[in-house]
Nanobody, 122 residues
Framework: QVQLVESGGGLVQAGGSLRLSCAAS????????MGWFRQTPGKERMFVAT????????YYADSVKGRFTISRDNAKNTVYLQMDSLKPEDTAVYYC???????????????WGQGTQVTVSS
């Protein structure tokens, strides 16, 4: 089992920045690929970014490429999502997830956090 707890969400103006953190506990974190997804009411959960177990490969949704950066610190069992140049359309609940293969498909991931709300005002 891997337990995931997200933090760092909040309210920010358009053009601002936030850094989300996802702290993992339980099974060995460094073996897992990690991903960030987001969801708005009434819509399906959408891929944002993923990183492999070693941190040397990342992949982003086109909508966030160049603005968001995913990273991880295996010594701290934590994955981060640095979000810059935020837009109102980035408003969503953001979820981190742990799995065995990095990728954009939610089915790659076995464990999910509870989510953290990000609201970007115009």
């Amino acid at each position: 089992q891997v337990q995931l707890v997200e933090s760092g969400g909040g309210l920010v103006q358009a053009g601002g920045s936030l850094r989300l953190s996802c702290a993992a506990s339980g099974r060995t974190f460094s073996n897992n690929a990690m991903g960030w997804f987001r969801q708005t009411p009434g819509k399906e959960r959408m891929f944002v970014a993923t990183i492999n177990w070693s941190g040397n490969w990342q992949y982003y949704a086109d909508s966030v490429k160049g603005r968001f950066t995913i990273s991880r610190d295996n010594a701290k069992n934590t994955v981060y999502l640095q979000m810059d140049s935020l837009k109102p359309e980035d408003t969503a609940v953001y979820y981190c997830a742990a799995g065995y293969v990095a990728g954009s498909n939610p089915s790659n991931y076995v464990y999910w956090g509870q989510g953290t709300q990000v609201t970007v005002s115009s």
